[in-house]
């Protein structure tokens, strides 16, 4: 049974129990970085990839289109209503400005050139998925007046420092919904945790989300390693007509937090295994050991085995989803 996220003390619980590795795990990481011979970092320049804003001048005809700008970050429109999810423009996703993993391409399109929205959502507060100079950007726009904010337990908090309206903010527990515009906006459980340091870690919540439209419904997975919680996922919330699983950032070190593309297979079949799926969570910043290829190489290789239907587009290219139609972008190669 799903169930609201539980506390000890200031520290929200993961919802099967689960071993987050801190400095230990970094000590047994730095021999295979230092040995590593992957190529982590695309060594010829990806891109340039530019939206073309006017698209989103007539709304999509299957009423679900989406533009997935690198890693999580995602603009979507969705039965009339356009929302942007985990929007992360800045260069690095780390706390420095100077150091940290760096953007492997330049945002498809620029902040100020994003059209009105009606949600921003921001699953939770880790680096990758919430960009603080993207936040005080959006804060600043005019196109983002009237948008709702919504968030999971206690990262609204981070929202109002850079600059959002406290007004204009929703935050969720596991289970919890708010509608916008007639959609209805579900945080669920994933297994994870949060923190901008290794001293606020668990303080603040993370979710998965389901998006319910008028005719369409999507699954946002953020970051979770595997549970058996997908299953319920699945049965009280789909079937879906989108499924988004993170493939990227993995390893065996840390594989109760991230699902690697065998993961994200599993959990698209235990999530019922209907519609599509579309890979997240990859190609943009190295977060990992693995190349940062590998993710999307051995998804295809699952969907092929699995006969799972992908949805993989381009960078920046505002792509229809179609019922049963396939998207493969070869970009990446």
Known sequence: MLRRATKVGRRFSNPVPTVIGGLSTIFKVLPHYLTNKAETVPVRALGPFKTDVSVYGAPPESGLRVTWMGHSSVLIEIDGVRMLMDPVWDER?????????KRFFAAPL???????????????????????????GLARLESMRGAR????????????????SAEKISELDWTESVTVNGLEITAV???????????????????????KGSKHKVYFGADSGWWEGFAQIGAAYGPFDLTMLEIGAFDALWDAIHLGPDGAARAFEALGGKGLMMPIHWGLFDLALHAWRQPIERMLELAGERGIRLWAPEPGRPTEVVAEEEVRSDWWR
Do not use: C, K, Q
């Open 149 to 164: 904010w919504v968030t999971s337990l206690g990262v609204g908090e981070e929202l109002r420092s850079f600059g959002v």
């Open 189 to 211: 459980p994933s297994r994870h945790f949060s923190g901008r340091s290794l001293f606020n870690r668990f303080e603040t919540l993370w979710s998965a989300f389901v998006l």
């Open 110 to 136: 620029r902040l100020e050139d994003i059209p009105a929205v009606d949600v921003v959502l921001v699953s939770h507060d880790h680096y990758d998925h919430l960009g603080e100079a993207t936040i005080r």
């Open 93 to 101: 996703a780390s706390p420095m400005r100077w150091a940290g993993p």
